[in-house]
Antibody
Framework: QLQESGPGLVRPSETLSLTCIVSGDSINTPFFYWGWIRQPPGKGLEWLGTIYYSGETYYNPSLRSRLSIAVDTSKNYFSLRLTSVTATDTAIYYC????????????WGLGTLVTVSS | QSVLTQPPSVSGAPGQRVTISCTGTSSNIGAPYDVHWYQQLPGRAPKLLVSGDTHRPSGVPDRFSGSRSGTSASLTITGLQAEDEADYYCQSYDISLSGSVFGGGTKLTVL
């Protein structure tokens, strides 16, 4: 089970920070990656990035300059930081577990809506 | 503009069969990387429907099936039911982007 948490409102130019708490499963495993996906209101899914338990990260090239993902294996959670946000970053943010191969995302968290507005 | 191309919408009457296409390139589906399908009911998180082109997770009805050919994949739903009305997304891996890619999503309407 995965659960996203973080502020629902972020001001433009500030940093969006979210945490995904993983329960019933250990992040410290070589069999899975852990990822972030977002969905702007009324739009489709966009992969943001993925992290391995070792800390190895993979980012969407369009967000690489603003995005960082970290993992804390001792507390069994991973996190996302997106800097210099604008209104276009308003979205539902999902965290999900990704198998190493095949690279499916399952399960997903419930998602958390983050609105960027002053 | 999504890396994987899906039709924006499809529709069908109860009991009918519909197919949703997902077109990619030699960098993703044609590489070949696995294609996965997700169902997103209104107001809910996406749920894995078909994995690795054709495999259904436990609990997914056999009315849902996946296939692939070359740089494209398809999701077929037979015996349409009202509860199938949802958005459907395909997903694969893209070697040139070194990451996961999604289709733009297809809204299924059950008439």
């Amino acid at each position: 089970q995965l659960q996203e948490s973080g502020p629902g409102l972020v001001r433009p130019s500030e940093t969006l920070s979210l945490t995904c708490i993983v329960s019933g499963d250990s992040i410290n495993t070589p069999f899975f990656y852990w990822g972030w996906i977002r969905q702007p209101p009324g739009k489709g899914l966009e992969w943001l990035g993925t992290i391995y338990y070792s800390g190895e990260t993979y980012y969407n090239p369009s967000l690489r300059s603003r995005l960082s993902i970290a993992v804390d294996t001792s507390k069994n959670y991973f996190s996302l930081r997106l800097t210099s946000v604008t209104a276009t970053d308003t979205a539902i943010y999902y965290c999900a577990r990704r198998a190493v191969r095949p690279d499916r995302f399952d399960p997903w968290g419930l998602g958390t809506l983050v609105t960027v507005s002053s | 503009q999504s890396v994987l191309t899906q039709p924006p919408s499809v529709s069908g009457a109860p009991g009918q069969r519909v197919t949703i296409s997902c077109t990619g390139t030699s960098s993703n589906i044609g590489a070949p990387y696995d294609v996965h399908w997700y169902q997103q009911l209104p107001g809910r998180a996406p749920k894995l429907l078909v994995s690795g082109d054709t495999h259904r997770p436990s609990g997914v009805p056999d009315r849902f099936s996946g296939s692939r050919s070359g740089t494209s994949a398809s999701l077929t739903i037979t015996g349409l039911q009202a509860e199938d009305e949802a958005d459907y997304y395909c997903q694969s891996y893209d070697i040139s982007l070194s990451g996961s890619v999604f289709g733009g999503g297809t809204k299924l309407t059950v008439l």
